[in-house]
């Protein structure tokens, strides 16, 4: 298989890192691999992508409007002699796999992997937006999506009856995180014996800094054992200002993103994850992979992910969450090993990589 994967660039995030451990897993089954930055930007994990030998990056900007970006990518596809494209980036992958269709590429994926829209609402981006779905619709051999919301949000009518739809979860290693035995309160000069609430993810609003932040002022002015950590890209940079401001930067502590996710996460009492709006949160599904108490939105994309729980609330509802928190503070319950054993099996990366290689590499009928 000679298959290009379109993103938008390739910082550290859900998509990326799902990319990254799929290909970890599987590279070697692909001829060559192109991974297409449709930004034309670099990304943190340029190097990790570049270490499998046989994945090469493009990054050259596809524009909205620019019709010569667009007849260059069908030159790359037929010269390269490109058989699968899968293009990340939802709506917007319309235009290359209408692309792919004019260099007859037998294989064209679009997946999605957020359950509404995220850009600034106008007239233009309106139409353009519905112009580029419709196209993902005509070109697509499949249309896939980690979560039931994101097809019932993109796709109302179609998602049920048409084949070419299909939902693939996320697919996690759980020993990266089972195994680790480190955390890191000596190094963050964090007590002991202290309850450690934490959060992993950039920021940006769907994320919701805002409300953790109103939460953890909550409860460190209230206990003073109670301590915060998030990290992710643009999280210290964004709020260090504002946590000096309201004297939080010794209870609440911030960092860009890191390569030690499994000790930062065995740091923790407590997760922490009120987004707004998510496609299928992998993060949130390392931390229960540990097996931690989380507190979380009650959303779709979570209630589908976390299945029946009693810890999701309103993403909103401070008071609610600060509740939340407050009482598994106080309860103190340790790691939850049922849980655990559930979402591994779940979200077993064996079964649901060779789901989602299986859509790139069957052939499409005729």
């Not at 009120?274 to 299928?280: H, L």
């Not at 609610?320 to 009482?327: P, R, T």
């Amino acid at each position: 298989m000679r298959a290009v994967f379109f993103v938008a660039r390739l910082d550290s995030g859900g998509l990326e890192n799902y990319l990254l451990r799929f290909l970890t897993e599987y590279h070697d089954r692909f001829e060559t691999v192109f991974i297409w930055c449709k930004s034309g930007e670099s990304g943190q994990l340029d190097k990790s992508f570049l270490a499998f030998g046989n994945v090469n990056l493009v990054k050259s900007k596809l524009g909205y409007l620019d019709l010569r970006s667009y007849e260059c990518l069908i030159s790359f596809l037929s010269v390269q002699n490109i058989n699968t494209v899968c293009d990340f980036t939802g709506n917007f992958s319309g235009r290359v796999l209408a692309a792919a269709n004019r260099a007859r590429v037998a294989k064209r994926v679009s997946a999605y992997r957020g359950s509404s829209d995220h850009f600034r609402d106008d007239p233009f981006r309106r139409l353009y937006n519905r112009w580029v779905r419709m196209l993902t619709l005509k070109h697509s051999t499949n249309i896939i999506a980690n979560s039931k919301a994101a097809l019932r949000f993109f796709f109302p009518g179609q998602w049920r009856k048409d084949s070419r739809f299909s939902v693939i979860y996320n697919g996690v290693n759980p020993s990266h995180f089972i195994q680790e035995t480190n955390n890191l309160r000596e190094e963050f000069g964090i007590p002991r014996n202290a309850f450690v609430v934490g959060h992993t993810g950039r920021f940006n609003e769907a994320k919701n800094h805002s409300t953790i932040f109103a939460v953890a002022q909550r409860l460190v002015e209230k206990y003073a054992d109670i301590y915060f950590i998030l990290c992710g890209n643009g999280v210290k940079d964004k709020s260090d200002e504002l946590l000096r401001k309201n004297g939080l930067q010794d209870r609440v502590l911030v960092f860009e993103n890191r390569n030690d996710i499994p000790a930062f996460l065995n740091t923790m009492d407590c997760y922490f994850f009120p987004s707004v709006t998510e496609g299928q949160p992998n993060a949130l599904i390392e931390a229960m992979i540990m097996g931690l108490p989380f507190v979380a939105s009650d959303i779709p994309p979570v209630r589908e992910t976390v299945g029946d729980s009693s810890s999701l609330y309103s993403p909103l509802d401070v008071g609610a969450l600060s509740g939340a928190i407050e009482a598994k503070y106080l309860a103190r319950e340790g790691r939850d090993f049922e849980l655990q054993k559930a979402m591994i099996e779940r979200f077993d990366y064996r079964v649901r990589f060779e789901e989602f290689y299986e859509v790139l590499s069957t052939p499409s009928p005729v």
